[in-house]
């Protein structure tokens, strides 16, 4: 999540690049969808805000499913409602 403490966008693209990678290797890695959610918020503003929050939304939801008790999950639904 080191990534995600920057402002920049390259860094939020890097970011998304390594939750990925770790959802390649294991899809019900929970907080990887967490991190890939949060990775993709942080590049809403360079994206339609609709198409950016579904995929976000979408992304924190598939964490919830893995881990329902994943607070961080809930905040990010939260955020972007």
């Known amino acids: 999540m080191q990534a995600l403490n920057t402002t920049s966008a390259e860094s939020f693209r890097q ?23 949060r990775a993709h918020d942080s590049m809403s503003s360079e994206v339609a805000p609709g198409v950016s929050y ?22 990010t639904l939260a955020i972007i409602a």
């Open 15 to 37: 970011a998304a690049g390594f939750f990925q990678s770790a959802i390649d290797k294991d899809p019900s890695f929970a907080m990887a969808w967490l991190g890939l959610a």
């Open 54 to 75: 579904q995929q976000v939304g979408a992304e924190a939801r598939h964490a919830l499913d893995l881990d329902p008790q994943l607070a961080e999950a809930h905040e």
